[in-house]
């Protein structure tokens, strides 16, 4: 898509932190030696080999430190759906055991891993949450059993921004003789974790999401966990993901984390006051609410949803006017499906494609909330004139044949 | 993912609203892909004795695509005959446009659906008329 000509110029208002978010120049002075001066093969043997091995254990050291965890425990990747891939496939395909637990909510790096092995004939069960975007932990117990190897759990949703009680779960699952794993890619960072007090035995986290590189993610694997590599190769990371280590992106990925967890208290308490703002000025808009719990839930999210009107309208006119957002409308998804956290807390189909997402970081300030407050309601308004819908207008006939084999051809086959 | 022509459409989109004492009314969509339109058209004759569409507008609930398409295709549709208009196409309608993401072609599909049942609604009408 071209650049409008309608953006303001001086407009580059960014609230998808969800999304990724920008390097830290912190970071990225760290980074840079590791691309031109030490440029060794971490597993050289000569003196280009060693600093570049010196830098990489550095990190892990670091990155243990953050999560309360021990250096061993940390293993490299290529980001958070890696992680996942390697914690689900590697776990499961090792053991006797073939159940594998885990939401309805989770990413879709979890989720399409889950359905994956249940094709391979693993027994795969996915809970549901309550329209407050929770996981019960009735439920969770009632499911976990004699034949269930892994529990796996998100700790926060990317879209809702709602907080799983991972603490209790990973209680529930050290009683029950259960592994525990979560997709940890939206809290590391920004919320506490402590893998011996919450009892987690895996963690996927992804640098990009907090002010590290793209590229650079890490999988914490409690010691004396069986697991399987995914990947063969040159032996790296204990034989469990080979690969030329990443050398930058696992620096940077480890000063990103340092700064993230010194600068947590600070920033979440900047953030939930933004946030706090914003959302109180955009339910002020007609027929508008927020999407899952309001507590407990990311310092940075607010999920919001509007009726009558269609999500990826309201983010390109809200690009037009310098402004970055996302939204769990099927029209901007790759499979042209609804968002399934949406569905998954009980938003009919027509609210689903209604979501707003503004997710606030470190280069947010008042001014920025208050220009979106400023910019919102005129968009809103704008598609509302467009859109045939309003209250009391029926859209039953609509609703027919709803999650029935969504057939009918959307185009050529979008993978 | 799309053209500076559907962004401009989408922008400042053509004959949006209802009309009063519409001839007939199309209401085409599905609340699970996010795509609600209705077509409204005004049949008159022309000097030829020719049905046309005097006037349409449309009311879109659904993505950028969907506004785009729906609105391009009130553009192109008015003033033609009817037999003319139901020829129109989900090709001629992403051609107008400069082209449409494959997955987002089904849009061009829905509003020409609309415009159709439009049609058909006004000859059951006057079916029933005469």
Not at chain 1, 151 to 173: D, F, R, W, Y
Not at chain 1, 304 to 326: C, K, P, Q, T
Not at chain 2, 50 to 64: M, P, Q, R
């Amino acid at each position: 898509m071209k650049e409008s000509k309608s953006r303001p110029m001086n407009k580059r208002i960014y609230m998808d932190h969800a999304a990724t978010t920008p390097l830290d120049k912190r970071v990225l002075k760290a980074m840079l030696p590791y691309f031109s001066e030490k440029f060794g093969n971490a597993s050289s043997l000569h003196f280009f080999g060693t600093e570049a091995r010196e830098a990489v254990e550095k990190a892990r050291e670091d990155i243990a430190k953050a999560i309360n965890a021990k250096p061993g425990e940390i293993f490299f990747t290529a980001g958070g759906t890696e992680s996942d891939n390697i914690a689900l496939q590697g776990v499961m395909k090792a053991g006797k055991r073939k159940g594998l637990i885990t939401t309805a909510i989770e990413h879709h790096a979890v989720l399409y891993t889950a359905e994956r092995l249940r094709k391979e004939g693993f027994n795969v069960k996915f809970l549901p949450v309550s329209s407050n975007g929770i996981v019960e932990l009735d439920a969770l117990e009632k499911a976990v059993g004699k034949e269930t190897a892994l529990v796996s759990v998100m700790h926060a949703n990317n879209e809702i921004g709602t907080i799983q009680p991972i603490g209790e779960i990973g209680k529930l699952c050290r009683a029950q003789s259960v592994l525990f794993h979560t997709d940890a890619v939206q809290t590391v960072g920004k919320e506490k974790i402590d893998v011996e007090k919450m009892n987690i035995d895996l963690l996927s986290a992804s640098a990009h999401k907090f002010y590290g590189p793209k590229g650079a993610g890490f999988l914490h694997i409690r010691q004396g966990t069986k697991i399987q590599p995914l990947m063969h190769g040159g032996g790296h990371e204990n034989g469990l993901r080979p690969g030329t280590e990443n050398v930058a992106g696992i620096v940077g990925m480890a000063e990103a984390l340092k700064i993230a967890v010194k600068e947590m208290r600070e920033e979440n308490a900047k953030e939930r006051r933004l946030r706090g703002r914003l959302i109180d000025g955009c339910l002020k808009i007609e027929d508008s609410w927020l999407n899952g719990a309001r507590e407990p839930r990311l310092s940075c999210n607010a999920a919001l949803g509007f009726d009558f009107v269609e999500g990826e309208s309201m983010v390109l006119m809200l690009s037009d006017r310098g402004i970055a957002a996302s939204t769990g409308s099927a029209c901007s998804s790759k499979s042209l499906e609804p968002s399934h956290v949406l569905r998954a807390i009980g938003l009919p189909h027509v609210k689903c494609h209604g979501s707003l997402r503004f997710t606030l970081g470190r280069s947010t300030t008042a001014k920025d909330v208050d220009y979106v407050l400023e910019v919102l309601p005129g968009i809103v308004e704008r598609l509302r004139k467009i859109s045939p819908l309003r209250k009391g207008v029926d859209i039953s006939e609509f609703e027919e044949n709803i999650d029935e084999k969504h057939e009918h051809m959307h185009g050529q086959n979008e993978d | 993912m799309y053209s500076n022509k559907v962004m401009e459409e989408f922008r400042h989109p053509h004959n949006i609203g209802e009309m009063k004492n519409p001839d007939g009314v199309g209401k085409v969509g599905n609340a699970q892909c996010g795509d609600l339109m209705w077509v409204y058209i005004k049949v008159a004759k022309n000097k030829k004795g020719e049905e046309i569409i005097k006037d349409i507008k449309v009311k879109t609930f659904g993505c950028v695509a969907a506004i785009a398409t729906s609105s391009k295709l009130t553009e192109m549709a008015k003033g033609m005959a009817l037999e003319e208009a139901l020829k129109i196409n989900k090709e001629k309608i992403a051609k107008e446009l400069g082209g449409l993401p494959p997955i987002k072609m089904h849009c061009s599909v829905l509003s020409m659906d609309g415009l159709r049942k439009a049609i058909e609604d006004y000859r059951n009408k006057k079916g029933k008329a005469d």
